[in-house]
């Protein structure tokens, strides 16, 4: 296994900058979760890295050698798709030792290592099965399976579970964090998935528009987004995000816009309000209610409540937020730092 360093690296497809300077450095061994929007360049950076793209500038380095200009075949790093790519007339275990064939590796070598990968993803009862005949849920495993065989320096996935369901996502993620812990490689994942960033990522990066926003632990940037961009893209429903002249008193300080997040609205009595909001939409989920509001001028603001809700549709509601949970953004749309966030204000 290796770390990866990535250093001023731009794309360009004609006139287009795709990526505009990207430095990263990855530690041997971290899972790295790559999120942001649609178009970010996320895909392009992972190509970049396994050698399936040219670089407009910059160079890669893996465990300290440089490996810009070498081939994707010799950079001895394996991907792993969202269409899984399976060979369809070939069984799981011909799917994950095909290759390992074609680098000239012993059949008793080859043999071990698909019986140890099949052990990992529990797949050692469909090893004489075809693809057609398997689950998405197995069908990606056999294609993260073929990864694992390769011992490749780093892995890299580019959102391997979006095309399952909900549930086999949810036991595929699990499956996934284990084999990190398992097998302890350098992982690189895209996603979209808030859920699956949160909970593989040692480190999360967020990119938009061809440049990172933010790296950081996934706590780091729930609880410390650097700018408006970071603060609205991490975190389901996202952090409500308001101009400081809507926010009566304190709460406002000298910044631009203030951030609260939904579980850090609280429904008070009217003398100490922040806001006075309408409820909009009342989603009850159970465990957890989410009241979707408007307040002055319009501006929506979503609410978290623990349990079950008696509020309805078109109730007036004065809510607090909470002092320890508030982000302040200049006009620039940078945080405001140093924050008292999370520190216990003084009292
Ligand atoms: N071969 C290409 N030629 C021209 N433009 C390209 C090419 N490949 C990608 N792009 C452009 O580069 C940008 C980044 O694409 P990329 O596939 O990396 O995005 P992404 O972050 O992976 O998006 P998604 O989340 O939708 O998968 C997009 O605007 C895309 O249209
Ligand atoms: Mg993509």
Redesign the pocket.
């Known amino acids: 296994m290796a770390g990866l360093e990535l250093r001023g690296i731009r794309k360009d ?2 006139a ?1 900058a ?1 990526l505009k300077g990207i430095d990263l450095s990855i530690a041997d061994g971290e899972f790295v979760v790559f999120v ?10 992972l190509r970049v890295i396994a050698g399936l793209e040219t670089v407009t500038a910059g160079d890669i380095h893996i465990d300290g050698t440089e490996v810009t200009r070498l081939a994707a075949s010799d950079r001895g790093l394996a991907m792993v798709f969202q269409s899984y790519a399976l060979y369809p007339h070939m069984t799981v275990h011909q799917n994950m030792s095909f290759a390992l064939e074609n680098m000239g590796i012993a059949k008793a070598e080859i043999s071990a290592r698909v019986d140890r990968a099949a052990r990992m993803l529990r797949l050692t009862d469909y090893l004489q099965r075809k693809p057609a005949a398997l689950s998405g849920g197995q069908r990606q495993r056999v294609a993260i399976g073929r990864a694992i065989v390769r011992d490749p320096k780093i892995f890299l996935f580019d ?1 391997p579970l979006s095309n399952l369901d909900a549930e086999l996502r949810v036991a595929t993620r699990k499956e996934l964090a284990a084999l990190h812990a398992e097998i302890g490689g350098t992982m690189i994942y ?1 996603t ?1 998935d808030q859920v699956e960033a949160m909970t593989l990522a040692d480190r999360i990066v967020v ?1 938009n528009g061809g440049r990172i926003e933010q790296i950081g632990t996934p706590l780091d940037l729930y609880n410390r987004p650097a700018n408006l961009f970071v603060a609205g893209f991490i975190g389901s429903p996202r952090m409500n995000l308001l101009p400081t002249e809507l926010v009566k008193g304190e709460a406002a300080g000298t910044a631009a816009t203030l951030g609260i997040r939904p579980e850090h609205v609280e429904p008070c009595q009217e003398a100490e309000a922040d806001l006075t909001v309408r409820i909009e939409l009342v989603e009850q989920l159970g465990g957890e209610t989410f009241l979707y509001t408007t307040g002055p001028n319009d501006v929506p603001l979503t609410i978290r409540c623990d349990g079950q809700s008696r509020l309805a549709r078109g109730d007036v509601l004065p809510v607090r937020f909470s002092r320890d949970h508030l982000h302040r953004f200049d006009a620039a749309g940078l945080a405001c730092r140093p924050e008292p966030l999370l520190a216990r204000s003084p009292s």
Do not use: Q
């Open positions: 497809y004609g287009t795709v942001g929007p649609s178009g970010c360049g996320k895909s392009t950076l959102e895209v979209h990119l």
